[in-house]
């Protein structure tokens, strides 16, 4: 199985070398604009306003007027479930004085890729000549119900019928993930403890994540157990947020921002829902199939990667990520973690802002807000978090255990 993936892999590989057009018949995109709220426990603002004070944010950095926007695209995951909030996408359009002008707007949901998957259709609609303005926003509330509700919808981005109603969680998913993880490649609780210090310790120098303070890996260690060997630590939160960038074609891109930030690559892919059906469960190839295809595209490869925004909703998770999208050698993550690789002044900085794991995980934000921490690097404006010639940088999304991936390139212009 795994030979057959590594083949697939290949073939990949020399149909987009052999057919470089499939990929090139697109105008270039640069994001001009950013916007991000904090992130937490946010009772006092709703759906609709975390939406808009994102999107307003990101306008006024890009010097744009509402008479420029051409389309709207909204990440969201949980609305209807959560806040019984369907038409997610005429609310924001509305909240925002965008419907009296019938901008058209449009909700994309993936589970946890929802950012990522709303900042990929914008950018292929821009790059594809069919607009030249796109607001991407990201938000969601998931602090309004019990700790129990928002946990049952988040298990909504796995099986529902063939693992979720037979008492599979979402932790105990990941954690099935991480022990096949530690079984096939010696990967180490001190390996897991050691991504989530590390972001927590980036998280610290965010004034917006939801958890801005450093932890011990022997914190995180001790910490109480959910799912063997994932412990409370370990895992994301379920917050509140909202966060907005503005795509422009990038022949316009100048006309409105100084600082216009590429992106050169986009790679989208899929892979069963359940887990049970994956050949190996310590994998998650979509990811490595969308980060293929992005850097395919933008005719570069890991090695060239300044700065990495990476899934983390579970430590395990991240170290997958990096493996999958070749930042690691298989089973080299946790190592890399350890050694410090992986932290603000290694050789490659990973989840600068905290990741979801410390500035937080408001699932149809959390794609965009790896793209505004990705800007604000490549601006140089990341403050006491800045990674010293950030250049090129990675963001990787995905829903469920991996069954959507999205990976996406950006580069100073």
């Given at each position: 199985?795994?030979?057959d993936?590594?083949?697939?892999?290949?073939?990949?590989?020399?149909?987009?070398?052999e057919?470089?057009?499939?990929v090139?018949?697109?105008?270039?995109?640069?994001?001009?604009?950013?916007?991000?709220?904090?992130?937490?426990?946010?009772?006092?603002?709703?759906?609709r306003?975390?939406?808009?004070?994102?999107?307003?944010?990101?306008?006024?950095?890009?010097?744009?007027?509402?008479?420029?926007?051409?389309?709207?695209?909204?990440?969201?995951?949980?609305?209807?479930?959560?806040?019984?909030?369907?038409?997610?996408?005429?609310?924001?359009?509305?909240?925002?004085?965008?419907?009296?002008?019938?901008?058209?707007?449009?909700?994309?949901?993936?589970?946890?890729?929802?950012?990522?998957?709303?900042?990929?259709?914008?950018?292929?609609?821009?790059?594809?000549?069919?607009?030249?303005v796109?607001?991407?926003?990201?938000?969601?509330?998931?602090?309004?119900?019990?700790?129990?509700?928002?946990a049952?919808?988040?298990?909504?981005?796995?099986?529902?019928?063939?693992?979720?109603?037979?008492?599979?969680?979402?932790?105990?998913?990941h954690?099935?993930?991480?022990?096949?993880?530690?079984?096939?490649?010696?990967?180490?609780?001190?390996?897991?403890?050691?991504?989530?210090?590390?972001?927590?310790?980036?998280?610290?120098?965010?004034?917006?994540?939801?958890?801005p303070?450093?932890i011990?890996?022997?914190?995180?260690s001790?910490s109480?157990?959910?799912?063997?060997?994932?412990?409370?630590?370990?895992?994301?939160?379920?917050?509140?947020?909202?966060?907005?960038?503005?795509?422009?074609?990038?022949?316009?891109a100048?006309?409105?921002?100084?600082?216009?930030i590429?992106?050169?690559?986009?790679?989208?892919?899929?892979?069963?829902?359940?887990?049970?059906h994956?050949?190996s469960?310590s994998?998650?190839?979509?990811?490595?199939?969308?980060?293929?295809?992005?850097?395919?595209?933008?005719?570069?490869?890991?090695?060239?990667?300044?700065?990495?925004?990476?899934?983390?909703?579970?430590?395990?998770?991240?170290?997958?990520?990096?493996?999958?999208?070749?930042?690691?050698?298989?089973?080299?993550?946790?190592?890399?973690?350890?050694?410090?690789t992986?932290?603000?002044?290694?050789?490659?900085?990973?989840?600068?802002?905290?990741?979801?794991?410390?500035?937080?995980?408001?699932?149809?934000?959390?794609?965009?807000?790896?793209?505004?921490?990705?800007?604000?690097?490549?601006?140089?404006?990341?403050?006491?978090?800045?990674?010293?010639?950030?250049?090129?940088g990675?963001?990787?999304?995905?829903?469920?255990?991996?069954?959507?991936?999205?990976?996406?390139?950006?580069?100073?212009?």
């Amino acid at each position: 199985d795994k030979q057959d993936e590594n083949n697939q892999l290949s073939h990949l590989r020399q149909i987009l070398r052999e057919n470089p057009h499939e990929v090139g018949r697109m105008r270039d995109v640069s994001i001009i604009g950013a916007g991000i709220t904090k992130f937490g426990e946010l009772w006092d603002k709703s759906l609709r306003e975390l939406g808009l004070m994102a999107g307003l944010e990101a306008i006024q950095d890009a010097g744009i007027s509402s008479s420029d926007i051409d389309a709207l695209y909204v990440g969201n995951m949980a609305a209807g479930s959560l806040v019984q909030q369907e038409h997610v996408s005429a609310l924001i359009a509305d909240y925002c004085a965008m419907a009296g002008a019938h901008v058209p707007s449009t909700r994309i949901e993936g589970a946890s890729a929802s950012g990522g998957l709303a900042l990929r259709q914008a950018y292929m609609a821009v790059a594809g000549g069919f607009i030249d303005v796109a607001v991407v926003g990201g938000a969601e509330k998931m602090t309004d119900v019990s700790d129990s509700e928002s946990a049952h919808t988040l298990s909504m981005g796995a099986d529902e019928e063939w693992e979720s109603q037979q008492g599979a969680t979402f932790a105990s998913l990941h954690a099935m993930m991480a022990q096949a993880h530690m079984t096939e490649f010696g990967t180490t609780r001190e390996m897991l403890s050691a991504v989530a210090s590390k972001n927590h310790g980036h998280a610290a120098l965010n004034p917006q994540a939801q958890f801005p303070f450093p932890i011990k890996p022997e914190a995180v260690s001790s910490s109480g157990l959910v799912s063997d060997p994932l412990r409370m630590l370990d895992c994301a939160p379920q917050s509140d947020g909202g966060a907005a960038v503005v795509l422009c074609a990038s022949d316009r891109a100048k006309e409105f921002s100084k600082k216009p930030i590429s992106i050169i690559g986009s790679g989208q892919a899929s892979d069963t829902l359940s887990l049970h059906h994956r050949a190996s469960l310590s994998r998650m190839p979509a990811i490595a199939v969308a980060a293929e295809r992005a850097f395919a595209q933008a005719g570069r490869k890991p090695a060239d990667v300044s700065v990495a925004e990476i899934h983390d909703n579970f430590t395990i998770s991240e170290l997958i990520a990096l493996e999958e999208i070749g930042l690691a050698e298989r089973g080299s993550a946790g190592q890399l973690t350890l050694d410090g690789t992986t932290a603000l002044g290694g050789a490659i900085p990973v989840n600068t802002g905290g990741g979801l794991k410390a500035r937080g995980h408001p699932p149809g934000a959390t794609g965009v807000a790896q793209a505004v921490e990705i800007v604000q690097q490549l601006r140089g404006s990341a403050g006491e978090r800045q990674v010293k010639g950030a250049t090129l940088g990675l963001l990787e999304n995905h829903g469920g255990t991996g069954a959507t991936a999205v990976v996406h390139l950006l580069e100073v212009n």
